[in-house]
């Protein structure tokens, strides 16, 4: 899906998940949270619950047009984040209407493998997404194993992480945020690492939450920031809030479904209080 981000609400999103815990149904539920009116326009649909991801069905890029279409004819929409896009025509199809229509900051969320392991942008769209999409953005937020892909290179030290990120920045995105959630260190402290537009970088170190209800962290850490951005908040106000409320929303747990469960969206993080 790609989200859009709206005043006082916002954003466009890219694929369901209708069990509710990760995808567009994460990103509401963290849009709903941050107190911003949430707008959508879906790109494909998947069957899928804690287990993992068992159907997937892309959208027809003519009614992804009809979507952003209308969209941008009636809501003021300031800020909007990708999520899983599924193929090379519809991260295409998206890169275009995004260009046409100008619909604020845009945080590209380059889901490409959900937890249980169901891939949800093939091997080709991974250029277009280069080509197309990543110039156009604000911010990208990559895991390491997409970041890996994005680059073309393992990804081990912090020094890799860095120069991943610079590599990933000159592709033309303003902002590079790479998360950590796949490398925990010897202390099972999880460490994500942003690249600024202005050359500033800064490590958020968290510890790790001894748990398997993972499911939908990506998700609600760019949903969170893309919120705040539609605000008007500044990413470098933003980005130590949007680490803990992913943190609590991870450590809060819920018990829902056999599997990777998902977060609990219900904790109280806010800009103006925690
Ligand atoms: N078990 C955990 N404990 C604490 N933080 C975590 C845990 N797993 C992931 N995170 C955090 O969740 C956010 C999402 O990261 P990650 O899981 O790498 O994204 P994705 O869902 O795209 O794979 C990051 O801020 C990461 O540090
Ligand atoms: C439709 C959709 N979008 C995104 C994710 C990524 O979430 P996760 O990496 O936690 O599985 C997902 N599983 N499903």
């Keep these: 899906m790609f989200f859009l981000s709206y005043f006082g609400g916002n954003h466009v999103r890219s694929t369901t998940s209708y069990y509710g815990g990760a995808g567009i149904n994460a990103d509401l539920k963290t849009f709903h949270n941050q107190q911003v009116y949430a707008a ?154 942003i690249l600024y537009e202005d050359g500033s970088f800064k490590w958020f170190v968290m510890p790790g939450v001894d748990t398997n209800r993972t499911h939908g962290t990506g998700d609600t850490l760019s949903a969170f920031i893309t919120a705040n951005l539609a605000k008007g908040y500044d990413l470098k106000m933003i980005m130590p809030q949007a680490k803990k409320f992913t943190y609590e929303a991870i450590r809060q747990t819920i018990n829902v479904g056999h599997g990777h469960g998902p977060l609990n969206h219900w904790v109280e993080i806010t800009m103006e209080r925690d």
């Design 40 to 193: 959508t326009i879906v790109v494909g649909l998947t069957a899928q619950n804690t287990y993992g991801v068992q159907d997937q069905y892309a959208i027809p890029t003519s009614f992804i047009s009809e979507q952003f279409k209308s969209i941008a004819n009636d809501l003021n929409i300031k800020a909007a984040k990708t999520g899983a896009l599924l193929d090379a025509k519809r991260v295409h199809i998206v890169a275009k209407e995004w260009q046409q229509y100008e619909l604020g900051k845009l945080v590209i969320d380059p889901v490409m493998v959900a937890k249980g392991g169901a891939h949800l942008l093939s091997d080709e769209a991974i250029l277009t997404m280069i080509n197309e999409l990543i110039p156009q953005a604000y911010l990208i937020t990559p895991n390491l194993p997409e970041a890996q892909v994005l680059v073309n290179q393992t990804i081990k030290t912090d020094n890799d992480v860095q120069q991943a990120a610079k590599k990933i920045q000159k592709m033309g995105v303003r902002n590079v945020l790479i998360k950590g959630g796949h490398r925990s260190n010897s202390e099972n402290n999880y460490a994500d690492y």
